[in-house]
């Protein structure tokens, strides 16, 4: 099946600090969703992309959807204490019919020292 | 407008207990989906009914069951619990919309279980 591989797996970083990490797989996905999670919750939809190449920001989110379809990048300007938490990036599975179908990256670990 | 809603939100089980976790979407969706999360990964999808019908099944054995009613609120059912099947399990709902390749999910804070 589809697989996600984000890297890094942590980043413990100062606060005013820029953030980026990535999203890779081995097939093609016509989608690409970049969730956060806080600790004892849900997963919350940052930024959604839906065209190879394009740029989206959300606030001082910013994520782009590889020129491949193979990969995604998520930056953060600027960060603060609030960031903290785990980032998620995830794609409709095969066939497209993606409906409640989604598959995750196993998560990256972000911890910000004030 | 409210989020997506799960009960219980947390739970203890004994092994080879059953276990009946409930969501109900945001108003207006139409499609649920069941995640399974185990401590340290991403969640695993577990099945996606829309209209009622099951629209979509990952790799779980028939142990997981679930269904989605007329008001398009969904239960998800495990039988015969085992140790492994400790984790937060997350319910989505999605809003109707047109054509493939689009699948934003609106997450519930889930339902943590623990099976002793």
């Known amino acids: 099946g589809q697989q996600l591989n984000q890297s890094p797996q942590s980043m413990f970083i100062q606060e005013g600090e820029d953030v980026s990490m990535n999203c890779t797989s081995s097939s093609i996905f016509n989608t690409w969703l970049w969730y956060k999670q806080d600790p004892g919750e849900g997963p919350v939809l940052l930024i959604a992309l839906y065209k190879a190449g394009e740029l989206t920001s959300n606030g001082r989110l910013t994520a782009q959807f590889g020129i491949t379809r193979k990969d995604s990048f998520l930056n953060i300007s600027a960060s603060i204490p609030s960031d903290v938490g785990i980032y998620f990036c995830a794609g409709p599975n095969a066939g497209g019919t993606s409906y409640g179908k989604l598959t995750f990256g196993q998560g990256t670990i972000l911890t910000v020292h004030p | 407008d409210a989020g997506v809603t799960q009960s219980p939100t947390h739970l203890i089980k004994t092994r080879g207990q059953q276990v009946t976790l409930r969501c109900s979407p945001i108003?207006?969706?139409?499609?649920v989906s069941w995640y399974q999360q185990v401590l340290g990964q991403g969640p695993q999808f577990i099945f996606q009914?829309?209209?009622?019908?099951?629209?979509g099944r990952g790799n779980f054995p028939d142990r997981f069951s679930a269904r989605q009613f007329p008001n398009y609120s969904s239960e998800l059912n495990v039988n015969a619990l085992l140790l492994g099947d400790s984790a937060l399990y997350l319910c989505a709902s999605s809003p109707t919309r047109g054509g493939p390749n689009t699948g934003e999910l609106f997450f519930g804070e889930g339902s943590r279980l623990t099976v002793l």
């Open positions: 009914y829309y209209e009622k019908e099951e629209r």
């Open positions: 108003s207006g969706h139409k499609s």
